[in-house]
């Protein structure tokens, strides 16, 4: 077999010199070459350097030198397989010639004789190649994931054949397949990448087509997920409030969920109502009764609530919040924060790298809360949260850790006759399944006291704000805590040579080390010297050992106490957008819709100076007449004054008093 060079195929097709015969003083034919039984060819020389240029499809180029006093040559050609054959005459002044009209996936053999003025001819020149195969056709992605594309195309032709797929990036060859089927996918890709896929086909007698190509460009994480939640529609489009507000079927019956795509509405009706049972949603398939009944059906390792079945509440609120405008955002954070929900924060992108600062989205919820500072006076504090200026206590993941850290955080927040699961944990309906979109997304909750000491947990208010995986994966999210907070609470089974991690993102915050002594992988000796590389101090470790989780919360209670008490700098969020912008990381209220509604609202509101004083004027009904009317109301539900009147006469007096008062309001 022969590769042809000068003007051969671009992807190396082949072909056999079987024989080759030239004048005396050219080149000696072959040993396997095979002289034609012709009279009178000892005075004709052969055509020289009879060589094969361009093998097409149906084509095949050749090209020679011609023998002193010889322009006319005989090319006749030979299907090896169908032993058929063709003779053309030429007359060449270029020496060169294209056969056509050939079978695609075929071997020829071709003759090319010199023939003299007088007739005569000379010994043939046989060179043997193979038409190139048809390429593939309709070659496309039939499905395209987050970590694999599924390939299809047509077979051309009827002939035997394979076929080589080889997968490309930035030039590279990533993976290389050969296959028989017209399908095969390819996997292990990475999320929201570009590929080129070449394919050619490849015939028993080595013939190869050219190349198809086709380009994809994989899912990211969040489209995919999208994808299974049936939400893909509305991303980049966004959700808007008047949809998640319309009346219709499924808003009205109580119907459970039946499939994934479900879900998330199941999960927005029941915030919409502020029901604390929104992050509950989940879905089972359908057995029918005789599945439920056949024990030869039951499998110790099955669970109809598998990752296939549910997803996790976070990667459903991550999901909706990137499908929802800048409004509905931030009704949902307002619904989240009365049922008392953790909110997003910093809400991750795509690959979880890239973050956004939900400014925007925060700033409905307003908060009425009564330090110890002002039990006292009996006074109270109310206020838009985004203005409050609080100590921040962050809490973070370094490695694997043992600990629940969302649980811990949830224990300590809550008093112990009164426990709320304001952070999702493993325990909770779903909180077991891995997270797909949710990683590197950070939470925000806020602890405000009732001025009682015997049911506040802390004297004084505090926002918490938790970060979801691993800081070395989420070194920006980790950087923006650092600088917010007046301290950095670390959880932790074992630090690794990352460890610097900890202390080089120019913080502001306090550090603090939680760790498990009972974890296999604890080394006390080796947290003792990284310790004293980092200039902690005793109190800045707080270790769980034996102890049960009560007595440790307890332990974690007087550690952040101390810090409430001590701490100098209170965040506020409204002013934590320039260390956002310095990170690189985007703001939500930067986008033109979020700076033209704050821009209407504040030309409605700049001429309000008391605000009880224009209520009272421009909202009469909302005043006086309206506590009266309301007390007059429940009296005619309640009757509890009515004493010993005749009650039909009592009703009616109550009914006169209410068409007074509003006769008095017209």
């Known amino acids: 077999m022969y590769h042809s060079e000068e003007g051969g195929s671009e992807d190396g097709c082949q072909y056999t010199e079987e024989s080759l015969q030239t004048s005396p003083s050219g080149p000696q034919p072959l040993e396997s070459c095979q002289k034609e039984d012709l009279p009178n060819t000892e005075d004709v020389p052969a055509p020289i350097g009879f060589s094969v240029q361009y093998i097409g499809t149906s084509s095949v180029t050749f090209a020679w030198e011609s023998p002193d ?5 005989e090319m006749t050609h030979t299907n090896t397989n169908a032993a058929t054959s063709c003779t053309n005459y030429i007359t060449a002044k270029t020496q060169a010639t294209e056969v056509e009209d050939l079978l695609p996936g075929t071997k020829y053999t071709f003759s090319l004789v010199s023939i003299s003025d007088n007739g005569k ?9 193979c038409t190139r195969p048809l390429p593939p056709e309709n070659f496309k992605a039939e499905r395209v994931g987050n970590t694999s594309v599924s390939l299809i195309w047509d077979r051309p032709g009827y002939e035997e054949a394979t076929f080589d797929i080889v997968c490309h990036q930035n030039g590279r060859n990533l993976q290389k397949e050969k296959t028989e089927s017209s399908k095969f996918v390819f996997s292990g890709l990475s999320p929201g990448n570009m590929y080129a896929f070449h394919i050619a086909k490849v015939v028993p007698n080595g013939g190869r087509s050219k190349e198809a190509i086709t380009h994809v460009q994989t899912k990211t994480n969040l489209q995919s997920f999208l994808d299974d939640l049936g939400l893909e529609q509305y991303f980049p489009n966004k959700l808007t409030l008047r949809d998640v507000l319309q009346v219709d079927l499924r808003s009205v019956t109580d119907e459970t969920a039946q499939s994934l795509s479900s879900l998330p509405w199941l999960f927005l009706k029941k915030l919409m109502m502020v029901n604390v049972t929104a992050r509950s949603v989940k879905y089972s398939p359908e057995m029918n009764p005789q599945e439920m009944d056949d024990l030869s059906c039951l499998d110790l390792y099955s669970d109809p609530f598998n990752d296939q079945n549910n997803v996790n509440p976070l990667d459903i609120v991550t999901a909706l919040f990137h499908c929802s405008d800048s409004f509905l955002q931030q009704e949902m954070v307002s619904k989240m924060s009365m049922c008392q929900f953790s909110v997003p924060f910093l809400l991750p992108n795509s690959d979880g790298q890239q973050c956004m600062f939900m400014l925007w989205a925060m700033r409905d919820i307003v908060k009425k809360f009564r330090p110890h500072s002002l039990s006292d006076h009996r006074g109270f504090i109310e206020e838009r949260i985004v203005h409050s200026k609080l100590p921040l206590i962050s ?3 370094f490695g694997d850790c043992s600990l629940s850290k969302s649980q811990i955080l949830n224990k300590l927040l809550s ?14 309906d779903c909180g077991d399944i891995s997270r797909k979109i949710s990683n590197g997304l950070v939470e925000m909750s806020w602890y405000l006291p009732c001025g009682s000491s015997n049911i506040d947990v802390f004297p004084e208010p505090v926002a918490v704000a938790n970060l979801r995986g691993d800081i070395k994966n989420f070194e920006t999210q980790y950087s923006f805590l650092c600088q917010i907070s007046s301290a950095v609470i670390v959880f ?15 913080a502001n915050a306090q550090l603090f080390l939680v760790g498990n002594s009972q974890s296999k992988s604890f080394d006390l000796q080796h947290l003792k010297k990284l310790a004293n590389e980092m200039e902690l101090k005793n109190s800045n470790i707080i270790l769980k050992g034996k102890q049960n989780d009560a007595i440790f919360v307890k332990s974690l209670h007087s550690t952040i106490n101390n810090i409430i008490k001590s701490c100098s700098s209170k965040a506020c969020l409204e002013a934590m957008d320039t260390i956002a912008h310095e990170l690189g990381i985007q703001v939500d209220e930067d986008f033109p819709e979020c700076q033209k509604a704050k821009e209407n609202a504040n030309t409605l509101t ?3 100076k008391n605000t009880l004083q224009f209520k009272k004027e421009q909202l009469p009904l909302q005043g006086k007449i309206w506590k009266d009317l309301a007390k007059l109301e429940k009296e005619e539900c309640r009757l509890r004054k009515a004493g010993d009147q005749n009650i039909e006469m009592y009703k009616s007096d109550l009914q006169m008093k209410k068409k007074r008062s509003q006769e008095t309001a017209a």
Not at 415 to 428: K, R
Not at 492 to 497: E, G, I, V
């Open 69 to 73: 006093n010889i322009s006319t040559f």
């Open 121 to 129: 001819r000379s010994v043939g020149a046989k060179v043997t190649a």
């Open 606 to 608: 700049v001429n309000i």
């Open 395 to 397: 809490f973070v993941r």
């Open 415 to 428: 008093n112990p006759q009164q426990y709320h699961d304001t952070f999702v944990h493993h325990d909770m």
């Open 492 to 506: 932790f089974d074992s630090l690794d040579t990352n460890y610097k991690l900890l202390t080089n993102q120019h």
